[in-house]
């Protein structure tokens, strides 16, 4: 089954505790997401990847860390958590992110809460 | 600054009634619209999208249209059926892969 896996899907953790939420996707994609969603701002994009070894910064990028070594995983690297940090993290791919028909697919998505 | 609004944020609408929902923009840049469904405990799902060449796009129950001297779009649901309980996003695209969401409308159809 095609699809984009997130892990964990719930975390509570404090403050200063660096901590990895990973994602990989089975499709084949070349293009990879991070988005945050919070109450009355929707999804706001973090970093994004457009190939192996290729990323760059989204909207929100501060206090966020990515890394694409391979193809299939694009893991979300919090070096030192905040409470601001706390959100409801996406993950996203899609074939090649170079044309604008290139559907998005998501996964399941990651509750964060930082204390 | 919030290029995208959704500004309903929840709707209800009786079963087998038209759903419609509702999206404005301000960057005249974005060429391509989407809208997003998501359930709870779920990521967002794509449902349907329009170029900005288009004024309408169709597919099944759901329509999307678009109005862009308003910088306007919105999608119509016919019929409504619960199954559509859900939280709507809709999002553009002005430069390849960049997705811009509105902040989302929760639609609830009920019995």
């Known amino acids: 089954e095609a699809q984009v896996t997130q892990n964990p899907r719930y975390l509570i953790t404090v403050t200063g505790k660096k901590l990895t939420v990973t994602c990989s996707q089975n499709?084949?994609?070349?293009?990879m997401s991070w988005y945050r969603q919070d109450p009355g701002l929707g999804l706001r994009q973090i970093y994004y990847s457009m190939n192996v070894e290729v990323t760059d910064k989204g909207d929100v990028p501060e206090g966020y860390k990515v890394s694409r070594k391979e193809k299939r995983n694009f893991p979300l690297i919090l070096e030192s958590p905040s409470p601001n940090q706390t959100s409801l993290y996406f993950c996203a791919s899609s074939l090649t992110g170079r044309r604008t028909t290139d559907t998005q697919y998501f996964g399941p998505g990651t509750r964060l809460t930082v204390l | 600054d919030q290029q995208v609004k959704q500004n309903s944020p929840s709707l209800s609408v009786q079963e087998g009634r038209i759903s419609i929902l509702n999206c404005d923009y301000t960057?005249?840049?974005?060429?391509?619209f989407l809208w997003y469904k998501k359930y709870p405990a779920e990521g967002p799902t794509f449902l349907i999208s329009?170029?900005?060449?288009?004024d309408k796009n169709e597919d099944g129950r759901f329509t999307v249209f678009l109005n862009k001297s308003a910088k306007h779009l919105s999608l119509h649901i016919v019929p409504s059926q619960p199954g559509d309980s859900a939280v709507y996003f809709c999002?553009?695209?002005?430069?390849?892969?960049?997705?811009?969401f509105g902040t989302g409308t929760r639609l609830q159809v009920t019995l």
């Open positions: 499709m084949n994609h070349e293009y």
């Open positions: 329009i170029s900005s060449i288009k």
């Open positions: 999002a553009a695209i002005g430069t390849a892969s960049k997705l811009t």
């Open positions: 960057n005249s840049m974005f060429d391509y």
